[in-house]
């Protein structure tokens, strides 16, 4: 378990939550994402996350297949994310920040509320998400991820700066990397369900070296 106080324990995570669809965005575990709300309906899921002690917000992904009767069909898998900052605008918009708690597989579907979806949510298959909130228990091949990466990067003159990816630890590595870049919503959909951190760290590479080799061909994905 995390020694931040405000970290709610497993066996207190909520049954049912607000549920905020967004395709292409990847909230994970110990993730931070920054949000900016506008819509009346998440303006209204925010105030009532913001009025529950947890403040939970769940991140899911539409597939892409069509919609149901309260919106677009979505993946059965989504990450929550506690609500750890929040600030209003001036025109009217919030300003939030969540925190990446654990995952969930959706239940049953809720009536609408105020405009936004709630289901009932199953926490059981992610538990080691927080309580192993501190640990990084499998080693991941750094130096692997960091070539595929460069070349990835390289092709997509996008600028990162090594040095500060050397001072994440393996977990804050993986993690930053798979939130933070371009990749399809099923490419970050497959990143979201890899069983621990090992396995997403091998498919982050396998991602990133498919990524390069599409812009390269296999002359290119190696060199630095």
């Not at 600030?87 to 300003?95: F, K, P, Q, V």
Request: proline share 8%.
């Amino acid at each position: 378990m995390s020694g931040n106080p405000f970290t709610p324990t497993f066996d207190s995570l909520p049954g049912v939550i607000p549920v905020f669809p967004l395709a292409g965005v990847l909230l994970l575990p110990r993730g931070k994402m920054p949000l900016n709300i506008f819509e009346r309906r998440y303006l209204a899921m925010t105030r009532a996350a913001l009025s529950d002690p947890v403040r939970i917000i769940g991140m899911i992904q539409p597939t892409g297949t069509g919609d149901g009767p309260n919106g677009p069909e979505l993946f059965r898998v989504g990450c929550a994310g506690r609500l750890i900052s929040f600030a209003e605008t001036d025109d009217g918009r919030y300003l939030i920040t969540l925190d990446g708690l654990c995952r969930f597989r959706t239940g049953a579907e809720l009536p609408i509320r105020d405009g936004y979806r709630r289901f009932e949510v199953d926490w059981s298959p992610f538990r080691a998400d927080l309580e192993e909130r501190s640990s990084d228990r499998a080693p991941i091949q750094r130096a692997g991820i960091a070539s595929a990466a460069a070349a990835y990067f390289r092709g997509r003159n996008m600028s990162v700066n090594p040095e500060a990816l050397k001072k994440l630890g393996d977990s804050e590595l993986v993690t930053a990397l798979s939130m933070g870049c371009p990749f399809t919503p099923e490419e970050k959909q497959a990143l979201l369900e890899a069983s621990n951190l090992e396995e997403r760290a091998k498919l982050l590479e396998t991602l990133f070296a498919m990524g390069a080799k599409e812009l390269f061909g296999d002359g290119e994905v190696t060199r630095h």
